[in-house]
Structures are given as C-alpha cells and as structure tokens.
C-alpha cells in the first residue's frame, strides 16, 4: 500500500507542480493587475525604444500630473503605464504587438521596415487630422491659445502628415537637430582654448596640436571621434553642403534643387565631371577632416567613438540632442560637456572661398512621434494624453526633464541645448550620385576606399565616372521603370480617394473632392516632367549643353535689354 | 518504473473501461463540442451598401481578395440596372483593375462597360468612361500605354459629360494626351490652346482650370511664347485649389519657378524680382533663401550692366542724329 501510494505520488507529482505554479502566477497576476489597475480606473499603456536616460522619467512625471489634472477636473481617473523596449527588437515587438491585437494604446512610431510603414498606418493607427485644426485645449492661458494645434508645432506638423494617406498620423513632441560635443577640461589642457573654434581653419589647427599629444599612458589623443554613423553626421552637416554651387550647372528644371538624374544627365552631357570644383572641394574638405579620425572608423560602430569620447582619448563627438542628457551624465565628475556647431568653410577661405558662398542650412525635424493604435479601448483618453504631452507647457517640462528640445513653438529651452538651435539659411546639399542598382554598390565601395585612405580622390574619379556613365544609363532606366512603377501605384491610391469622395457627396466640390483631384493632377506633372527629361537626355545625346540653368546666354542677355528698354521708355513717358 | 506504472494503469482502464472512464470522456467530448460552438458565429444579413463599403475599406487595406468578394456579394444582392448594382460593379472593377499581383484590366473593362451600357446617362457613367480612358494610359511597367486609345476614351467621356466632373477630368487628361502626341507639331499645339481658351470660356468655375492653365502654359512654351507661357502659369497658381485638411500649401516652389520662367525664358526681370520677393515675404525660413538673396543680386548686377551699356549708346546716338 505504500509502495501505491509512493508510485501515485510520483505519478501525479509534476501535474502537481504544474498545477500550483499555475495557480501562483493566477494569484500574483490578479493581485498584481488589481494593484496597477483598479476596476475604476482607465489604464493608458504606452511604449517607446527611448531607453536614454531621462525619458522614462520624463513620460513618469507627465503622466503623474495628467492623472492629478484629470482628478481636478472631476474627469474619470487614468492610469499610464509606460512600457520601453530596447530599440533592437522594438519593431519585432510592435509588429507582433500590432497584429496580435494586444498593443498598448500609445506607441512610438519607429523601427517598422519603411516599405511596411505606410501599411501599418493604414491599418492600426488612428488618423488625428481631426484635432489638428483645433486649438489645443492644454494651451489655454498661453500665448499659444486658441492657435490651431498644427501651427503649434516647430515644424507645422509637417513631419506627420502622411500624403499618401492625406492624414496626420502622429505627434512628433521633441525637435532634433545635431552638433559637435567637446571635452573642455581637455581642450584647455591641449590647446589653451576656453571653447572649441567654429571657424574651419582655427578648427583644423586645434585637431592638429590635439593629434600631436599622448595622454598619461602613451596614447596619442584623437581629435574627432570617428564611425560609419559620426561620419555620415559629418557628411550630411559639413561635406555635402559645400557642392551647393553644382545647382548652377545641374539644376535644369531650376526647383532650386539637384535631383539624382538632372546631375546625370549633366555628366552625361559632358557639361560638368567629376572634377567640377565643388565636388573636389567636398572630397578635399573629406580628406582634411577626417585625418583627425582614428584608423578605421568606417567600420566602428557609434557606441565605439562615444566611448572613446567618454574615456577622455577623443576631443569631438558628433552626436545629437537625444546623446545630449546622456553624454553630460556619463561624464560628470570627470570633464565638462561642451557642446558647438560644426566648423564650416567661409566665403574669405583661402581654399574653398570661391565654393562655400554662404553658411550650411539645416532642415528642422521633429521627432519622438506617438500615435494612437486602432485597437485601443480607451482611444480618446490617449489622444487626450498626447494634448497633454503637446500643451506648450507641458512639452517644456517633458523636455526639460528629457533633455531634449521642446517640439512646441515657444517652450522654454535648456541653455546647454540652445546651440542646437537649427539654421535655417544657407546651402545644402546638390551632388546626389545616387542611381540605386550597380551603380549605387560601386559609389559605396569606392567612397569607404576614399574615406580609409587608400584610394585619392582622382584614382575615384578614374574608377567611377566611366562606370557612372556607363553602367549608369542602365540603373537610371532602371529609375524611370521604378517612376511607372510609382505612377499605378498613386494610381491605385487615387482610386480610393475617388470612391471616399463619391462617398461624401458634394457633386464634386468639398475637402474629400480637393484631396482627390490634388493627386490626380499630380499625375500630370510626373508625365511632364519626365516628358522634360526624356528632351534632356535627347538633347545631351545630341550635343553637348554649354549654357547652365541659371546662366545668361546673349540671345537672353539681348531680351533682357529689349524689355529693360521699353520699361525705361514708358517710365520716362510716365506710364 | 513510473512509465510502465503509467501504461498498466492505463491499460487498465482501457480495458476495464469503468464508469470512471465514461464519466472522464463525456466531460471531454461536451468541452470538445463547447469549444467547437465557440468557433461559428452567427450569419448576419448584410446590407449591399454596408458591403460596398467593406469593400472600399478592404481596397483601401490592400486587402484585394476581400474587396472583390465583397463587391461580388453586394452585386448579387442587387437587382440588375439599380444604382447600388451599379456601385457595386464600379468598386468590383476598379478592384480588379488595381490590385497586386496580377491585375485585370480586361476584365475591369468590361465591367465599367457594362456599367457605362446600362444606363448611359448616369453619374457611374461618366466616372466608368473615365476610368477606361486611365486603364489605357497607367500601362503595367512593360506594356507600352495606349495613348490612342486613352485620348479617344477621353474625348468620349469629356464629349458627353461636358459639365460633369469626370468629364472634366476626363477633358484635362485628353489634352494632357495631346500635347504629349503633338511633340512640335505647331499647328496641334495652337489647336491646343484654342482648345483650353474655348474651355475656360465656358467653364468658369471648373477645379480644373488650374490645371489646364497649367498645361496652356506647357504648349505656349513649346510655340516659344514664353511671356504667354508665364501669364498662363499665373493664372494656374491664381485658379489653384487649396486644400485645408492637409499641411499649409508650400507655395515657395511656385513663387520660385515662376521667378525662374520670368528671368530665364521671358528676361523680364521686374516680374522675376516681383516673385522671388514674394518668397522673402511668405516664406522667410525656406531652404531656398539662400538662393533667392543670389537671384536678386544676379538680377541687379544685369540690370546695372544693361543700364550702363544704354547709358554708353544714348549720347552716342544722339551724336550721330546731329
């Protein structure tokens, strides 16, 4: 009998244990939710990659006085529960999150393959057009009252309409924008100066007398933190810029902007190459700076050349307002933060004066979106929440605690982030050698040559232009066949627009009729203007062209004589 | 020793089969049954206008197979020449005109035929006519389009839906076609334009017209009458429609181009200068100003260079009156 009893007892013993682990985890989940949500009480979930330090905090703080304000107001008491995720498997998670039905109710919009991004809109985020017209009720008693919620924002709200989908889907509620950050303590110690130069030639002189110098253990200093990502920050803010002059020659349709195939036609043409001094100036500005990078950086990741800044061997990091809170932390009690714009060639340059004809522009952007998921039960309470968040005061504390740059016109900023101050005038950017395909892999392969040194600048040339050319023309088809591609596909979506306006009535006048005829309209300009191109290509093929764009050739320069002329007459006839 | 203590006992009631085993197999076969119940749902009748708005939701997701089956639903549903058959067949086509993969335009086209057929004189009609004629130009990559064809749907649709919507439309895209098949051809390109005035004429409160002026424009540039060409572009971005559910209208790179056309193609510089100020004014924080500051100084320097020149003839001139 107990030797029965014995056997039934290790029969039955794991179901036992099954059984009560069971058991445990249903107490502790039904004691744990009733602790975090009271039958009375809404719950707001909420998630973000934020990890850096500051925004959990920040989120914290908000979400407690939002909670307070609701209890003042007498309006049902809400709960947020924040939940961060690291950005690695952030979009892994939302996109299971999503198409399981179990996301929170607020997300941060980000880390979605691009191709996906617009589906996942489409389908599982609430579209919050109908708020931007209003004021924002969290505004009241500020300037900003009564001011309709998308001329709140630092960028108009630009950044979260959707045209494809003609709805603004999120609520991007900090500004970013990027600087150099700097060790002071050692800049002093190694050059002398109390803050780091931004005039580019005072500039290359501190990285020289910085590369000269070993710290304690022998080490020679590096003056500008390096990587595949700092680099890129570099390229975007400093190297690029400086081919602004290539519009003179390149830009045909004069939109004030260099596409990827009006610069290949001009190569084509033979009008401009290669050679054409604002791209060497870019590639010699390439070649200046980034001596002062350590070896390797091409293939060191941003971690790699923040911890050599952090461990005091670096002078410069190029990093943006998200880096700042987390930099100046990481480095209290050892040296202070500085933080200053990039060192940008001016017009008296004894080498690039005649290129850099103005300071470099910045795009403002705002960042950190939220949207509303479909599936939240308690969908008004979160775009409420994200008024909140967006109220200018609301989005002064938020960033304040962040570390950030408010997202909201007139919010107060932290001194430290004052001198990421975006520029808003000046020169961008018109070299865009980008044809995708082949053409694309063979420009990547030889600009990681050119960066590391072991290829100059004419041996690129030598290699490239010819296949450019070549090779090139195939890619750039290849582009035009993605054009026709992009054409069913916006015709596809006008489709739609046409079915909703029809919905709407209206006989074919009202804001859904608008949006329709918006797009397909614009149908017409892209058959147009590859209409122009299709001439360009021609006209390349025929003959070289030898008048840029904005150049005045003498049949112009006598038109313009001629009806200088007759104003002149009719001024002096008193016309 | 536990396994085998298992499979004996499980024999045993295999074999012995008491009323402890009948007992465990029919709670197991009511929760196989209960959990099987769980699964139907209840069939609700739909209405055919809910599903042809399931449908356009469905199209608008992607989501082609469900578009068409609801389309197919809402049709059967529907007596034959009523206006929701009608609807139902114009989302069922549009559908299998535009989804991915394998779309069919035959198919579609017959469809809106069919529609167009039915009652030639109806709303659906129109946009039915207007569709073919879009069917035949947004060729699949490969497939060259069917300009030809295209333009004759057009003209059809704009011919008998004068002052109809799609007819309208239908007349922007015939002219579009036009123009891109005259090439140099003057003579086309000023029936073009006789075209377009004789429209505007009648048509004064057309969203169109902005568009049309626009494509005016496009012909009086290539017949070289570059300040006619710019007067028509005016009066595009004049007529131009504004939407106010979207971001406000960047209207910089209008203000820009036109500038551009006054400077470079009619060498009028006061109405070159008279725009580029205008993005000074309107939009003092756009990329572009960099650019505009140089225009106005280029724009100075050959107004001095031409005055200067002037200047140096006049006495010559008069010397040479005496």
Redo the contacts between chains.
């Keep these: 009998m107990m030797r029965k009893a014995f056997?039934s007892f290790?029969?039955y013993l794991p179901l036992a244990v099954i059984g009560i682990a069971y058991l445990a985890s249903a107490a502790v989940v039904f004691i744990h939710g009733d602790r975090e949500a009271p039958a009375d009480v809404t719950v707001l979930r909420i998630a973000h990659w934020q990890l850096e330090s500051g925004v959990r905090d920040g989120l914290n703080e908000l979400a407690q006085d939002y909670a307070r304000h609701r209890t003042a107001k007498g309006m049902p008491p809400v709960r947020i529960v924040q939940e961060a995720i690291p950005e690695g498997t952030y979009g892994t998670w939302v996109s299971t999150q999503l198409i399981g039905g179990t996301a929170p109710d607020i997300l941060e919009i980000g880390k979605l393959p691009s191709n996906l991004l617009l589906?996942y809109l489409?389908?599982y985020f609430l579209p919050l057009?109908p708020y931007v017209?209003r004021p924002n009720p969290y505004n009241m008693g500020t300037d900003l009252e009564g001011v309709p919620l998308?001329a709140t924002f630092k960028d108009?709200?630009?950044s979260a309409?959707r045209?494809e989908m003609?709805e603004y889907m999120w609520f991007a509620l900090a500004q970013g924008s990027v600087r150099l950050f700097y060790n002071k303590r050692l800049l002093k110690r190694l050059t002398g100066l109390d803050q780091a130069p931004t005039d580019y030639r005072a500039f290359l002189s501190a990285c020289e007398r910085i590369a000269r110098q070993k710290n304690a253990r022998g080490l020679p200093y590096v003056p500008i933190a390096g990587s595949g990502v700092t680099f890129g920050i570099w390229d975007e803010q400093v190297f690029t810029p400086i081919t602004y002059r290539a519009?003179e020659k390149a830009d045909l349709n004069?939109?004030?902007y260099v596409g990827n195939d009006e610069l290949f036609v001009v190569i084509k043409a033979g009008m401009i190459d290669f050679h054409f001094r604002p791209f060497a100036a870019k590639f010699k500005l390439i070649g200046e700076i980034t001596k002062y990078f350590q070896p390797g950086f091409v293939g060191l990741s941003r971690d790699d050349s923040l911890f050599l800044f952090i461990q005091q061997r670096a002078m410069f990091f190029a990093g943006g307002t998200w880096d700042a809170r987390g930099l100046v932390e990481q480095a209290r009690g050892k040296f202070e933060v500085g933080v200053c714009d990039f060192p940008f060639p001016g017009k008296d340059d004894p080498d690039y004066g005649d290129v850099a004809?103005?300071p470099r522009?910045e795009?403002p952007i705002n960042c950190f979106p939220f949207g509303v998921t479909k599936m939240s039960r308690n969908s008004e309470a979160a775009v409420d929440f994200l008024l909140f968040l967006a109220g200018k005061q609301q989005n002064e504390k938020l960033n304040r605690i962040i570390g950030w740059r408010p997202g909201i016109k007139g919010a107060a900023v932290d001194p430290f982030l004052k001198a990421f101050e975006p520029r808003?005038?000046?020169?961008?950017g018109a070299m865009d050698v980008n044809l995708g395909g082949e053409t694309y892999i063979k420009w990547s392969q030889l600009y990681s040559l050119f960066q590391v040194g072991q290829i100059t600048y004419d041996e690129l040339v030598a290699q490239f232009e010819p296949f450019y050319k070549e090779r090139g023309l195939l890619d750039f088809q290849e582009v035009r066949?993605d054009w026709?591609?992009a054409?069913?596909e916006r015709?596809?979506f006008i489709?739609?627009l046409?079915?909703?306006a029809?919905?709407a009535g209206s006989?074919?006048?009202g804001?859904a009729?608008?949006?329709y005829?918006?797009h397909?309209?614009a149908?017409?300009?892209a058959?147009?203007e590859r209409?122009d191109q299709d001439e360009l290509l021609a006209q390349a093929s025929a003959a070289p062209l030898r008048t840029g764009?904005?150049e005045?050739s003498p049949a112009?320069?006598a038109?313009?004589?001629?009806?200088?002329?007759r104003?002149?007459r009719k001024q002096r006839r008193g016309e | 020793m536990v396994g085998q203590g298992a499979l004996r006992r499980l024999d045993g009631w295999n074999m012995k089969a008491p009323r402890k085993g009948n007992w465990s197999r029919g709670i197991a076969w009511s929760l196989l049954l209960l959990l099987a119940s769980a699964a139907c749902t209840r069939q609700t009748r739909e209405s055919p206008g809910k599903l042809i708005d399931e449908g356009w939701d469905n199209f608008s997701l992607g989501e082609y197979a469900f578009a068409i089956a609801k389309f197919q639903k809402a049709r059967d549903l529907t007596a034959a020449g009523t206006e929701t058959r009608a609807q139902a067949l114009f989302g069922l086509a549009s559908t299998l005109a535009h989804r991915t993969p394998a779309p069919e335009m035959d198919q579609a086209e017959k469809i809106f035929n069919e529609i167009a057929r039915e009652d030639p004189d109806r709303d659906l009609a129109a946009w039915s006519l207007l569709s073919i004629g879009r069917l035949k130009q947004i060729a699949p990559v490969g497939t060259e389009p069917d300009y030809r064809g295209a333009l004759e749907c057009c003209r059809q649709a704009a011919d008998k839906f004068p002052f109809h919507p799609a007819g309208e439309e239908a007349f922007l895209h015939q002219i579009h076609i036009s123009l891109m098949l005259a090439g140099r051809d003057r003579n086309k390109l000023r029936g073009l334009v006789r075209d377009l005035e004789s429209f505007m004429a009648n048509h004064p409160r057309s969203p169109f017209r902005s568009s049309l002026y626009a494509l005016g424009a496009r012909c009086l540039g290539q017949l070289e009458d570059h300040p006619g060409a710019l007067a028509w572009l005016v009066k595009s971005f004049a007529t131009a429609e504004r939407s106010t559910a979207g971001p406000v209208a960047d209207q910089s790179g209008v203000y820009w181009k036109l500038a551009a056309m006054a400077e470079f193609k009619c060498g009028d510089l006061d109405t070159a200068r008279k725009y580029y100020h205008l993005i000074l004014k309107e939009y003092p924080s756009d990329q572009k100003k960099f650019g505009v500051l140089r225009a106005l100084e280029r724009l100075d320097q050959e107004e001095t260079r031409i005055r200067t020149e002037l200047a140096a003839v006049r006495p010559a001139a008069k010397e040479a009156r005496r």
Excluded: H
Excluded at chain 1, 424 to 428: E, N, P, S
Excluded at chain 1, 559 to 565: F, I, P, Q, S, V
């Design positions: 056997e290790w029969t589906a489409k389908r057009t017209a998308k108009g709200m630009a309409y045209s003609q519009i004069r939109d004030g004809v103005g522009y795009n808003l005038f000046g020169v961008y066949r026709r591609r054409l069913i015709e596809r489709a739609g046409r079915a909703a029809m919905r006989d074919g006048f804001q009729w608008v949006r005829r918006q397909a309209t149908q017409i300009d058959e147009n209409m764009p904005y005045y112009l320069r038109l313009m004589k001629t009806n200088l002329r104003s002149m």
